[in-house]
């Protein structure tokens, strides 16, 4: 099982950049995929950025990429999302989530989760 403490939002300006960090607990944490997903107020839950077990492989949403890039220290059990660039279209809660397996972007997939942190953009 797998505890997982996100930290890291608040409130920026468009253009600024921001980065999310994510803690695990557990001794296993390098066995999970880990993703970053985002909940805008009276939206669902989309997946933003994952990234492999061993940090070799990435995927992120398209309107992410280029500017967000996901990262992970095995060592520290932590998984963390740089966000450059910031728009506020990207005002939202993060969370970040664990699953066995391949990356994927179906939030039921990943069966642990942080409890966010928010992130609000101001144009």
């Known amino acids: 099982q797998v505890q997982l403490v996100e930290s890291g939002g608040g409130l920026v300006q468009a253009g600024d950049s921001l980065r999310l960090s994510c803690a695990g607990s557990g001794r296993t944490f390098s066995n999970y995929v880990m993703g970053w997903f985002r909940q805008a107020p009276g939206k669902e839950r989309e997946f933003v950025a994952g990234?492999?077990?061993?940090?070799?492989?990435?995927r992120y949403a398209d309107s992410v990429r280029g500017r967000f890039t996901i990262s992970r220290d095995n060592a520290q059990n932590t998984v963390a999302l740089r966000m450059n660039s910031l728009k506020p279209e990207d005002t939202a809660d993060y969370y970040c989530?664990?699953?066995?397996?391949?990356?994927?972007?179906?939030?039921?997939?990943?069966?642990?989760w942080g409890q966010g942190t928010q992130v609000t953009v101001s144009s």
């Open positions: 989530a664990a699953r066995v397996g391949s990356i994927v972007t179906m939030r039921n997939a990943y069966d642990y």
């Open positions: 990234v492999s077990p061993s940090g070799g492989s990435t």
